[in-house]
């Protein structure tokens, strides 16, 4: 099975911008989660879907988006971009239940 | 809410010996999942191992092996016959039980293997 995918896998955009990051996850798996690292806050959770619907949200303002379409991809928008917005972007997949989540190779994104 | 404390920020292990990573957590939830991640230079990151919250026995794969002290919140890594490979950053992870599949990460600890 092919893993998950992320595109693209580096972003350089500038404050005020906009950017769509796009993942796919694992065949099968309906649960898709994004996270954020940083050097200084380490990885935080943004949200999680489950057949097309949000379950559940981190603590991120409202620039930050998302939404999964019936194929299960997801997508995951951030508006009016900020300096400290400059992070990887994770995204996971998981089949459900008590399984552990299978994470992309992340997108770089760099806002100057 | 929940939190998770890796309290080795860095750590380093001779090559075929033995190292423990720690973690400990606190949540008031009875049913959850510990896992522990392993995220090498590359990025990608990916499960070591897992433990479910109700099972007593700890978990072990391959040369990878916790210590669940469900009671002190606690949830040891052990690592045996440190391989070069084994050089990355580790992460514990705590979920809650039930469709809350929000993971709650460590700081991260960065293991060097000297050969």
């Known amino acids: 099975k092919a893993g998950v995918t992320q595109t693209p896998r580096y972003l350089i955009k500038t404050r005020g911008q906009q950017v769509t990051l796009s993942c796919s996850p694992i065949?099968?798996?309906?649960?898709v989660s994004w996270y954020q690292q940083t050097p200084g806050q380490g990885l935080q959770f943004l949200f999680e879907y489950f057949s097309e619907t949000q379950r559940n949200k981190g603590n991120f303002p409202g620039r930050f988006s998302g939404r999964q379409f019936s194929n299960s991809r997801s997508e995951m928008n951030v508006s009016t971009l900020e300096l400290g917005d400059s992070a990887l972007y994770l995204c996971a997949s998981s089949p459900g239940g008590g399984y552990e989540q299978f994470f992309g190779p992340g997108t770089r994104l760099t806002v100057l | 809410a929940q939190t998770v404390t890796q309290s080795q920020p860095e750590m380093s292990v001779q090559e075929a010996e033995t190292v423990t990573l720690s973690c400990t957590y606190d949540?008031?939830?009875?049913?959850?999942?510990l896992f522990w991640y392993k995220q090498p230079p590359s990025r990608q990151m990916i499960l070591v191992i897992r433990q479910e919250a109700y099972k007593q026995q700890n978990a072990t794969e391959n040369r990878f092996s916790v210590n669940f002290q469900k009671a002190a919140k606690s949830f040891s890594l052990k690592i045996s016959d440190s391989q070069l490979g084994d050089a990355a950053m580790y992460f514990c992870?705590?979920?809650?039980?039930?469709?809350?599949?929000?993971?709650?990460f460590g700081k991260g600890t960065l293991l060097t293997v000297n050969p």
């Open positions: 065949s099968g798996h309906r649960s």
């Open positions: 949540t008031s939830e009875s049913d959850y999942y």
């Open positions: 992870a705590y979920r809650p039980g039930g469709s809350n599949y929000k993971l709650t």
